[in-house]
C-alpha cells in the first residue's frame, strides 16, 4: 500500500509543477516535456540490470504505444489545466478509472467485496460533484482526457497480466518512446531551443517517473479494481488540498461535499473479509 500513497503524491506533485511552470508564458511545452522524459528515461535506465532480452515483442509494442498515449495524455492534461482548471481537470481524469476497473473486472476476472463496489460508486458519486459541467469551458478537452487517460492507464494493466518481460525494461520503454514521439513532434513544429524550458521539464521528469513506478510496484499486492479507484481517490483530494494551501483557491459547498463522499468511498475501499 505504500507504493500507492507515493504514487499518489507524485502524481500530484506533477499538476502543481505544471502549473508552476505554465506561469511562465515564454516556455516552450514540447520543450519541457523533453527534459521530462529525459528525466524519466535516465532513471528508468539506471534502475535496470540486465534482461532487456526477455521483453517479447508483445511487451516492447506495448511499451511503444503506452509511451505515444503518455505523451498525448500529458498534452491534453496540460490544456484542460489552462483552459477548466487543475481540481477540475484532475478530478475529470480520475474518473477515468472506469476504463481500467472495468478490465480488471470483465476481462481479467478480478473479484472485490460488496462493499468495495459501494465504495467505488460513492467515489463515483464525488466525482459528479467535483466535476460540474455548468464550469466546462470545453467539453471535448475534457472528453478526450478521459478517454486517453482511461486508455494509458488500462495499459498498465495489461502489462501486468499478458506482459513477460522485467518491469523496469518496460517501464524504460515506455518513457523512452514518448521521448522520441516528444522529439518527432518538437521537429515537426521546428521548435526553438530553450535551456529554460529543458530545466523545467528535467525536475518534472523526477515525479512522473516516479508515478508510474510506484503504481505497477503497488499492482502487486493491491487488486487492480482496488489500486485504481484508490489512486483516483487520492490524487483528487490531494490535489484538492494543494488547491486550496498553495494556491489560495476556495471551493464551493458542492466540492466540500465530495471531498467527504471520497474519504467515505476510501474507507469503503479498504473493507475485506
Known amino acids: 500500500?505504500?507504493?500507492?500513497?507515493?504514487?499518489?503524491?507524485?502524481?500530484?506533485?506533477?499538476?502543481?509543477?505544471?502549473?508552476?511552470?505554465?506561469?511562465?508564458?515564454?516556455?516552450?511545452?514540447?520543450?519541457?516535456?523533453?527534459?521530462?522524459?529525459?528525466?524519466?528515461?535516465?532513471?528508468?535506465?539506471?534502475r535496470t540490470s540486465g534482461g532487456f532480452h526477455l521483453l517479447t515483442p508483445f511487451d516492447i509494442g506495448l511499451g511503444c504505444i503506452t509511451g505515444l498515449f503518455f505523451l498525448v495524455n500529458f498534452l491534453i492534461y496540460r490544456k484542460?489545466?489552462?483552459?477548466?482548471?487543475?481540481?477540475?481537470?484532475v478530478g475529470v481524469m480520475r474518473i477515468s478509472l472506469i476504463i481500467p476497473t472495468l478490465l480488471a473486472i470483465l476481462l481479467f476476472s478480478e473479484r472485490i467485496?460488496?462493499?468495495?463496489?459501494?465504495?467505488i460508486g460513492v467515489i463515483l458519486l464525488a466525482f459528479v460533484f467535483v466535476t460540474e459541467t455548468r464550469t466546462l469551458h470545453n467539453?471535448?478537452?475534457?472528453?478526450?482526457?478521459?478517454?486517453?487517460?482511461?486508455?494509458?492507464?488500462?495499459?498498465l494493466k495489461m502489462f501486468d497480466e499478458w506482459g513477460t518481460g522485467p518491469q523496469?525494461?518496460?517501464?524504460?520503454?515506455?518513457?523512452?518512446?514518448?521521448?522520441?514521439?516528444?522529439?518527432?513532434?518538437?521537429?515537426?513544429?521546428?521548435?526553438?531551443?530553450?535551456?529554460?524550458?529543458?530545466?523545467?521539464?528535467?525536475?518534472?521528469?523526477?515525479?512522473?517517473q516516479l508515478t508510474t513506478r510506484f503504481f505497477?510496484?503497488?499492482?502487486?499486492?493491491?487488486?487492480?479494481?482496488?489500486?485504481?479507484?484508490?489512486?483516483?481517490?487520492?490524487?483528487?483530494?490531494?490535489?484538492?488540498?494543494?488547491d486550496i494551501f498553495f494556491w489560495r483557491k476556495r471551493f464551493s459547498g458542492k466540492q466540500r461535499i465530495s471531498m467527504a463522499l471520497i474519504v467515505a468511498g476510501i474507507v469503503l475501499l479498504n473493507i475485506q473479509r
Open 113 to 119: 467485496e460488496l462493499s468495495n463496489y459501494l465504495g
Open 80 to 89: 484542460n489545466i489552462g483552459v477548466n482548471g487543475l481540481s477540475l481537470s
Open 1 to 46: 500500500m505504500i507504493n500507492l500513497l507515493l504514487s499518489i503524491i507524485a502524481s500530484v506533485l506533477i499538476g502543481n509543477l505544471l502549473m508552476l511552470f505554465m506561469q511562465d508564458v515564454k516556455s516552450d511545452i514540447f520543450i519541457i516535456f523533453l527534459g521530462n522524459y529525459i528525466t524519466a528515461t535516465a532513471f528508468s535506465l539506471a
Open 168 to 208: 523496469e525494461w518496460f517501464v524504460f520503454l515506455i518513457f523512452a518512446s514518448a521521448g522520441v514521439w516528444n522529439l518527432g513532434l518538437i521537429f515537426l513544429r521546428k521548435s526553438r531551443f530553450q535551456w529554460r524550458s529543458l530545466g523545467y521539464g528535467l525536475i518534472l521528469g523526477v515525479p512522473n
Open 216 to 242: 505497477l510496484a503497488s499492482l502487486e499486492d493491491v487488486q487492480a479494481a482496488i489500486a485504481y479507484p484508490l489512486m483516483a481517490s487520492g490524487v483528487v483530494v490531494m490535489t484538492i488540498l494543494t
Open 139 to 155: 467539453l471535448l478537452w475534457i472528453g478526450l482526457l478521459f478517454v486517453v487517460t482511461g486508455i494509458s492507464d488500462a495499459s
